[in-house]
């Protein structure tokens, strides 16, 4: 990253925050990894404006000149084909030190591709950033449960009538 403090978010899987705290972190300091530490975070809940706000805030801090041509990756969990989350989980940055793959409405993704999820996140590169958005998880399927459990679950609960 260019210049500034540097902060590593507790990314040690299973943690969880809320869109708000993760925004407060976001905007506190620059976001950055140690080392070749993979890193996963998932947006789960029907409150878009948490996701959407922290990927704006993710793509400027990784990418603030445009960089993020060839390492930006956004997948849609209901329209994959075989193999897509491991060739692009798998394929390291290109270029720059980060890689982020967005892999959005979880939801909708297909049983059959808990294998290529479960693939992809064994054989992650370094430097691969996941984000993946859901309003849901179904914690009885294999795949996603590994998924929750590598991840910071950022919690995106919609607003109350009070935070309005």
Known sequence: MRGGKRLQLPITGGDT???????HQLTAADFSLAGDRHSVLLFR????????RS???????????????????????SSLSQGDITVALSS??????IRLVILRKLEKLKAAFDNDLLRGLSSM?????????????????????????RALVIDCQPFKPYQA
């Not at 990927?55 to 969990?77: S, V, Y």
């Not at 590169?125 to 459990?149: F, H, M, P, Q, Y």
């Open 55 to 77: 990927l704006k805030l993710i793509k400027k801090r990784f990418f603030p000149e445009g960089e993020g041509e060839f390492n930006l990756t956004e997948l849609d969990g």
């Open 125 to 149: 590169a370094s430097g691969v950033i996941l984000v993946v958005i859901t309003t849901s998880t179904d914690r009885r399927r294999k795949a996603i449960k590994e998924l929750v459990n």
């Open 17 to 23: 925050m809320t869109g708000a705290e993760f925004l």
């Open 45 to 52: 809940g029907e409150e878009e404006y948490w996701a959407n």
């Open 92 to 97: 390291p940055p290109f270029l720059f030190p």
